[in-house]
């Protein structure tokens, strides 16, 4: 019962939050003045008749505040407008390129995640040994190589130097790699696949390794070697479950900033990608995909917030429900 | 930070039957001194701070000079003129490498002191009092958490272009800089104040918290003497790698083509020189190398700090 009160009010916190972000980005980009007048501010010949029926056109004739309950009620409908540059429905286009960023950064989570956990257990069972240095000094190395500077390393050596790995977009124009758009795909995600994970790898394993070594200096860990429960199953399944608890919250993080990152690792690679779309419609001022594209990166982040939160509840007796 | 260490830790009131204390600050370099990731961070980072503080009197070219187009040329490989070449626009990529780094530290520095005053502030009140100022402080943080950093940033960037013109503030210098080290700084204290708040839901209930209560300790006391002292150790560490990150931060925005046009910053060298990558491949990794080092460099500090101040994290 507790449980039930308490996720109907963090639902409903989550609900005003996405209400309050969504009315915080509306009315800073709108601040800056019609979108149309930006847009069209440029181009020579604009009457402000046409202005006017463009303006219409796009639904965007009224005051600000009624615009937003507008946009609003019809996000609520799923529909987010149509985009000015593309002239195509912008939900359709943040799921094509969204698509391409998951398609990417999901895989890099994971792969980071299980890479994290052997060298982060690893090296909290053999503390200050020489293969703990080995992978703290990797992963602080890793930690403050800035991810678009390494994926810039990647093209200069891979692409450019030795021509192995194409530096560029998600797939080739023509001649796909051995003649299967599949592989050639495959192909074309290794770069963009290998920064994000280097990049995700170390500060998981940071953690890892640290809540490890906490954990394993506790009593229950004590406890059970006493007890003769053998060491592969204490490490592993007791203290492996303990010290990843307080992971949940970088890794939550690390999810739902998917598509907030996504504009730099695309910018590097040209992956036509969320973040992608979204830095070229903040140049080109294609409104609508800005607003659409700013909901939906922060609709991810409080949503996996939210479920961070709940899975602690869940699977830690010791937090209280208030 | 190191001033409320200091403050904490009144050396006499810890354990009076012991010889005088040498001070934390004593104890801490000494202990900081013996960490081998610390001293190589405190190194890299006086570098920085060095090259910020001279490089302005030694760089052998203004930034803003473009007289190398002509001499070597643009993209002209490394020389003994010029140690970094030069990139696609003329610039002598080692005297525009060194005018980045005063630009980088005022970010990291400015952004992180607003951070952390805010974060220290909304996470402590919130975790000490608990309850509804709590919840209603958390959310405020929440939603500090998840508005994308980089649409507000450059959304503001491109409103300053529009607003800005034929208003006193065009003649601001560094204004769009100055703008993105106050957003970055806005946008970055939730972190500090979730972990602030963690660290004080932890503390306030542990024995020794109740005891200073029950020796009718006053609320300022337990705060400042006893709470903040032993949270002090995850947030010194939250806070220098902060700083790296909010250098990061500037360096990407400015990657992303959104710097300030004024001012000379590594991302923006990134941005300019990034589609010459193939052909002057120095003019790109010069500067990616230089953030690198600057990050590197407080996040290895950090690592000291957490050996200095925080031995029972590691040890």
Same mark, same amino acid.
């Given at each position: 019962m507790r449980i039930f009160v308490f996720l109907t009010r963090r639902m409903i916190f989550a609900a005003l939050l996405m209400l309050g972000v969504s009315a915080a980005i509306f009315f800073l980009v709108n601040s800056i003045g019609n979108p149309i007048e930006l847009m069209m %501010?440029?181009? =020579?010949?604009?009457t402000g008749e046409v202005i006017d029926r463009m303006k219409a056109y796009y639904g965007l004739d009224h005051p600000p505040m009624t615009r937003y309950l507008l946009w609003l009620s019809r996000i609520a409908q799923l529909d987010f407008g149509t985009s000015?540059?593309?002239?195509?429905p912008v939900g359709s286009l943040i799921v094509t390129w969204g698509w391409q960023t998951l398609k990417i950064q999901l895989p890099a989570i994971l792969i980071a995640l299980a890479i994290a956990i052997l060298f982060g257990v690893t090296a909290a069972r053999r503390q200050h040994s020489r293969s703990d240095f080995a992978v703290m000094a990797t992963a602080l190395l890793g930690q403050s190589l800035p991810a678009f500077f390494l994926g810039i390393l990647l093209i200069f050596i891979?692409?450019?130097?030795?021509?192995?790995? =194409?530096?560029?977009? %998600?797939?080739?124009?023509?001649? =796909?790699l051995w003649g299967s758009p599949t592989l050639d795909a495959l192909w074309h995600m290794v770069l963009p696949v290998a920064m994000l994970t280097f990049f995700n790898t170390a500060t998981l394993t940071l953690l890892m390794r640290s809540n490890m070594v906490d954990v394993l200096k506790s009593d229950f860990i004590a406890a059970m070697r006493a007890s003769g429960i053998p060491e592969r199953r204490v490490i592993y399944v007791h203290a492996l479950r303990a010290a990843f608890i307080p992971m949940l919250t970088y890794l939550g993080l690390l999810i739902g900033l998917m598509l907030g990152t996504a504009p730099v690792t695309e910018s590097v690679f040209t992956w036509p990608g969320l973040g992608y779309l979204y830095i070229s419609a903040i140049h080109q001022l294609d409104y609508p995909v800005i607003m659409g594209a700013s909901a939906v990166i922060a609709f991810m982040l409080i949503c996996t917030t939210l479920l961070t939160d709940v899975i602690y509840v869940l699977i830690d007796p010791r937090i209280s429900l208030e | 930070m190191s001033d409320q260490t200091i403050t904490a830790h009144p050396p006499s009131s810890? /354990?009076?039957?012991?010889?005088?204390? /040498? $001070?934390i600050w004593r104890q801490g370099w000494q202990r900081f001194a013996r960490s081998r990731t610390g001293m190589l961070g405190l190194i890299l980072v006086l570098l920085v701070v060095a090259t910020a503080v001279v490089g302005p009197f030694v760089a052998?070219?203004?930034? &803003?000079? &473009?007289?190398p187009m002509i001499d #070597? $040329?643009?993209?002209?490989?490394?020389?003994?003129?010029h140690p970094l070449g030069t990139d696609r626009m003329g610039y002598d990529v080692a005297s525009r490498v060194i005018y980045g780094a005063p630009t980088a530290l005022a970010v990291g520095l400015g952004a992180m002191s607003i951070a952390s005053l805010i974060g220290v502030l909304v996470g402590g009140f919130a975790g000490y009092r608990g309850g509804t100022t709590d919840e209603v402080l958390m959310r405020f943080t929440d939603f500090f958490l998840v508005i994308p950093m980089f649409v507000v940033i450059l959304a503001v960037i491109r409103l300053l272009g529009v607003a800005v013109?034929?208003?006193?503030?065009?003649?601001? #210098?560094?204004l769009n800089l100055g703008v993105i080290i106050l957003l970055i700084g806005v946008f970055s204290w939730a972190p500090i104040a979730r972990m602030t708040r963690a660290e004080f839901l932890r503390l306030k209930n542990q024995e020794f918290v109740e005891a200073a209560r029950c020796i009718g300790a006053t609320s300022g006391d337990i705060l400042f003497r006893h709470i903040l002292p032993n949270a002090l150790p995850s947030l010194v560490v939250i806070v220098a790698l902060g700083i790296g990150g909010a250098v990061l931060a500037e360096a990407m925005i400015g990657f992303l $083509?959104? $710097?300030? #046009?004024?001012a000379v910053s590594w991302g923006q060298l990134l941005y300019f020189n990034y589609e010459a990558l193939k052909v002057a491949p120095w003019a790109s990794l010069s500067p990616g190398v230089a953030i690198f080092i600057t990050v590197l460099g407080f996040n290895l500090l950090a690592d000291g700090l957490t050996d200095a101040f925080n031995p029972r994290a590691k040890r």
């Amino acid at each position: 019962m507790r449980i039930f009160v308490f996720l109907t009010r963090r639902m409903i916190f989550a609900a005003l939050l996405m209400l309050g972000v969504s009315a915080a980005i509306f009315f800073l980009v709108n601040s800056i003045g019609n979108p149309i007048e930006l847009m069209m %501010a440029e181009t =020579p010949g604009m009457t402000g008749e046409v202005i006017d029926r463009m303006k219409a056109y796009y639904g965007l004739d009224h005051p600000p505040m009624t615009r937003y309950l507008l946009w609003l009620s019809r996000i609520a409908q799923l529909d987010f407008g149509t985009s000015i540059v593309y002239n195509q429905p912008v939900g359709s286009l943040i799921v094509t390129w969204g698509w391409q960023t998951l398609k990417i950064q999901l895989p890099a989570i994971l792969i980071a995640l299980a890479i994290a956990i052997l060298f982060g257990v690893t090296a909290a069972r053999r503390q200050h040994s020489r293969s703990d240095f080995a992978v703290m000094a990797t992963a602080l190395l890793g930690q403050s190589l800035p991810a678009f500077f390494l994926g810039i390393l990647l093209i200069f050596i891979f692409s450019y130097s030795l021509d192995w790995l =194409p530096s560029y977009g %998600a797939y080739s124009t023509r001649n =796909p790699l051995w003649g299967s758009p599949t592989l050639d795909a495959l192909w074309h995600m290794v770069l963009p696949v290998a920064m994000l994970t280097f990049f995700n790898t170390a500060t998981l394993t940071l953690l890892m390794r640290s809540n490890m070594v906490d954990v394993l200096k506790s009593d229950f860990i004590a406890a059970m070697r006493a007890s003769g429960i053998p060491e592969r199953r204490v490490i592993y399944v007791h203290a492996l479950r303990a010290a990843f608890i307080p992971m949940l919250t970088y890794l939550g993080l690390l999810i739902g900033l998917m598509l907030g990152t996504a504009p730099v690792t695309e910018s590097v690679f040209t992956w036509p990608g969320l973040g992608y779309l979204y830095i070229s419609a903040i140049h080109q001022l294609d409104y609508p995909v800005i607003m659409g594209a700013s909901a939906v990166i922060a609709f991810m982040l409080i949503c996996t917030t939210l479920l961070t939160d709940v899975i602690y509840v869940l699977i830690d007796p010791r937090i209280s429900l208030e | 930070m190191s001033d409320q260490t200091i403050t904490a830790h009144p050396p006499s009131s810890a /354990k009076p039957a012991r010889r005088p204390v /040498k $001070g934390i600050w004593r104890q801490g370099w000494q202990r900081f001194a013996r960490s081998r990731t610390g001293m190589l961070g405190l190194i890299l980072v006086l570098l920085v701070v060095a090259t910020a503080v001279v490089g302005p009197f030694v760089a052998p070219f203004d930034p &803003q000079d &473009q007289s190398p187009m002509i001499d #070597p $040329g643009a993209k002209a490989p490394p020389s003994w003129v010029h140690p970094l070449g030069t990139d696609r626009m003329g610039y002598d990529v080692a005297s525009r490498v060194i005018y980045g780094a005063p630009t980088a530290l005022a970010v990291g520095l400015g952004a992180m002191s607003i951070a952390s005053l805010i974060g220290v502030l909304v996470g402590g009140f919130a975790g000490y009092r608990g309850g509804t100022t709590d919840e209603v402080l958390m959310r405020f943080t929440d939603f500090f958490l998840v508005i994308p950093m980089f649409v507000v940033i450059l959304a503001v960037i491109r409103l300053l272009g529009v607003a800005v013109v034929n208003t006193p503030f065009e003649s601001v #210098p560094y204004l769009n800089l100055g703008v993105i080290i106050l957003l970055i700084g806005v946008f970055s204290w939730a972190p500090i104040a979730r972990m602030t708040r963690a660290e004080f839901l932890r503390l306030k209930n542990q024995e020794f918290v109740e005891a200073a209560r029950c020796i009718g300790a006053t609320s300022g006391d337990i705060l400042f003497r006893h709470i903040l002292p032993n949270a002090l150790p995850s947030l010194v560490v939250i806070v220098a790698l902060g700083i790296g990150g909010a250098v990061l931060a500037e360096a990407m925005i400015g990657f992303l $083509g959104f $710097g300030d #046009p004024a001012a000379v910053s590594w991302g923006q060298l990134l941005y300019f020189n990034y589609e010459a990558l193939k052909v002057a491949p120095w003019a790109s990794l010069s500067p990616g190398v230089a953030i690198f080092i600057t990050v590197l460099g407080f996040n290895l500090l950090a690592d000291g700090l957490t050996d200095a101040f925080n031995p029972r994290a590691k040890r």
